[in-house]
């Protein structure tokens, strides 16, 4: 083998050195850009996901205080009908002590 051919043999795998290195590095990019872009769809999925979810469970809490506040007030206007009432007695049990305690002590 002469001098000319060994330099265009080595000149020849230099440049299929480089054109794999080249293919392979380009191919590699690629790969390694599909992955994060996968990733980052999944994971933006994932987040909305959780988003809907955290929404949804707000949503139903609010529901719950909602009726829970219903009654409650359900309760307190119970509570107060009952006070009114308990106040109407005491208003005919004072007028009446106060009967007889005049009767008693002869102040009429």
Same mark, same amino acid.
């Given at each position: ?7 265009? #043999?080595?000149?020849?795998?230099? !440049?299929? #050195? ?10 590699? +990019?690629?790969?390694? &850009? ?5 990733? &980052? *769809?999944?994971?933006?999925?994932? $987040?909305?996901?959780?988003? =809907?979810?955290?929404?949804?469970? $707000?949503?139903?809490? *609010? ?13 307190? !206007? !119970? %509570? *107060?009908?009952? +006070?009114?009432?308990?106040?109407? &007695? %005491?208003?005919? #049990?004072? /007028?009446? %002590? ?5 009767? /008693? =002590?002869? $102040?009429?």
């Amino acid at each position: 083998m002469t001098e000319p051919q060994v330099w265009t #043999l080595i000149g020849v795998f230099a !440049a299929a #050195l480089f054109g794999m290195l080249t293919l392979m590095s380009t191919m590699f +990019i690629r790969i390694l &850009r599909a992955e994060i872009s996968g990733l &980052r *769809r999944e994971m933006l999925g994932e $987040i909305s996901g959780l988003r =809907y979810e955290m929404l949804g469970e $707000i949503s139903g809490l *609010r529901g719950e205080m909602t009726g829970l506040r219903g009654e409650l007030e359900t309760g307190f !206007a !119970a %509570v *107060r009908s009952d +006070i009114r009432r308990l106040d109407a &007695r %005491v208003d005919s #049990l004072d /007028s009446d %002590v106060q009967a007889l305690t005049k009767r /008693s =002590y002869g $102040i009429e």
